[in-house]
């Protein structure tokens, strides 16, 4: 019987409930970065190829959002606080959703990188998760007449903020006990758990009478005007490679010190 | 020309956590990997 | 079986059983989690006059009418099934005027008014420069249209 062999797997040989986990849990991208050497050969320069590009376009974002781009007929120039609020909740629950599939590939494929990247990923998720619930306060007081509303969005986007300060100090704790990469079990059940939040945030202006407008961008387009919308595609895109170079830079960080660490333990022992 | 105080605090707030945050993991992200680096070379 | 493949397994069942409960539980809070009562709300469900409450919604064209002392409005609030009176002493937000958004907090009293002490405006999800104010937006085809 001829056998397909694919990164090496047998899939001929398989049952078919096999045929079909086989390609999604042994994907080619496993393989190839489960080796931390080969992960920081496409790591290095990649850190280089987020970071400036990103911060390139995070400027002209921000400065055509400053500067070019009318103000509101209503908000006035307060408005233009949207470019830098929307990207910051993107990545605050972006980074929670990167953390809940870190934590699947951890438990379930034991992905020696999967604990490095959930690690990783805390504390610049937990920064913009601060960050869109400080420019959210400033943007309205201007706007509602109010700092903070306990409405379903900000309770639950402030939820968030708690579940990332929750899972860093449960990362750091296993970190502590010697834990691979940094992240017990239980830190990564914590991680999974939390991301029921991420529907909540998303759904709770529509299920919800809440102070907070509903959303402005869906899938049947957009309430902002073409000529507020266009800085934001800028600097989504540009917080969103920023934040992949800082992840990237973690890891490298944390791999490094594991390397230090397994050393120094080897030398000890002698 | 008070909405832009408000403007600029949001702005303001936003530049400094990403530098924060960019700057220390690069410095803490440079310093490992020396350490690495010369635990290799002493091989 | 593989034990990945039982891991895989008992995860994503877990999973799947965990998000059921949370949105559950959050469907669960609908009424709870509301941050304000829309008219059609009161209406419906009845409050009681007194109930410290927050009442949510448009303020009705010219409805908005200032009384001789000065400081206390009187407007009226609509989410397009029911309307209610509601009156306002103090300063209220800029933002908030006829035709657009607001959450007051009070209560009603007896005769059906409501005694708002606190006016937050609330921003709908437009934003457009304002060369394009007066322009009516079409929620289905997302289009500026010019007034009529």
Not at chain 2, 4 to 27: D, E, P
């Amino acid at each position: 019987m001829a056998t397909l062999r694919f990164d090496g797997l047998a899939i001929g040989k398989m049952p078919y409930w096999r045929c079909l986990a086989g390609p999604v849990t042994d994907a080619i991208l496993m393989h190839r970065f489960a080796n931390p050497a080969r992960f920081l050969k496409i790591a290095r320069p990649l850190t280089t190829w987020l970071f400036w590009p990103g911060l390139l376009l995070l400027l002209i974002g921000a400065g055509c959002g400053l500067f070019v781009t009318p103000a509101d007929y209503l908000q006035g120039q307060t408005v233009r606080i949207l470019y830098i609020h929307v990207p910051a909740a993107w990545l605050g629950m972006g980074g929670w959703s990167g953390i809940a599939i870190a934590a699947l590939m951890q438990l379930v494929w034991r992905h020696p990188l999967a604990a490095v990247a959930g690690r990783a990923i805390a504390a610049p998720g937990a920064l913009f998760t601060a960050i869109c619930l400080m420019t959210g306060s400033i943007w309205g007081r201007p706007t509602w007449g109010t700092w903070w509303e306990w409405d379903g969005r900000m309770t639950s986007m402030l939820v968030l903020f708690f579940l990332y300060l929750g899972y860093i100090a449960l990362a750091n704790a296993s970190a502590r006990q010697g834990q691979q990469g940094g992240v017990s079990s239980v830190t990564a059940i914590f991680g999974l758990v939390g991301a029921v939040n991420i529907p909540i945030i998303n759904r709770s202006v529509v299920w919800w009478n809440s102070l907070h407008q509903g959303p402005s961008i869906t899938l049947r387009g957009s309430s902002i005007d073409g000529s507020l919308l266009w800085p934001l595609g800028l600097t989504l895109l540009g917080f969103s490679l920023l934040f992949g170079a800082i992840v990237l830079m973690r890891m490298r960080a944390i791999l490094a010190e594991n390397k230090v660490e397994a050393r120094m333990q080897r030398l000890a022992r002698g | 020309m008070n909405q832009w105080a408000f403007v600029i605090a949001a702005y303001a707030v936003t530049l400094a956590g990403t530098a924060i945050v960019s700057l220390t993991s690069w410095r803490a992200m440079r310093s490992a990997e020396r350490r690495a680096d010369q635990l290799s070379d002493r091989g | 079986m593989k034990a990945k493949h039982q891991r895989l397994i008992l995860a994503l069942a877990a999973l799947v059983a965990l998000v059921g409960a949370g949105l559950l539980a959050a469907s669960a809070l609908k009424d709870e989690a509301a941050y304000f009562y829309a008219p059609n709300d009161v209406k419906t469900k009845g409050v009681e006059p007194g109930k410290a409450i927050r009442l949510g919604g448009m303020v009705v064209k010219d409805s908005l009418k200032r009384a001789a002392d000065g400081v206390t409005i009187h407007f009226d609030v609509t989410d397009g099934k029911a309307t209610v009176p509601a009156t306002f002493s103090g300063i209220a937000p800029d933002l908030f005027k006829e035709g657009s958004g607001v959450v007051a907090e009070g209560a009603f009293d007896a005769k059906g008014t409501f005694i708002a002490t606190n006016l937050l405006a609330k921003h709908d999800e437009r934003y457009m420069p304002r060369e394009l104010e007066g322009m009516n937006y079409n929620e289905t085809t997302h289009e500026m249209k010019a007034e009529k």
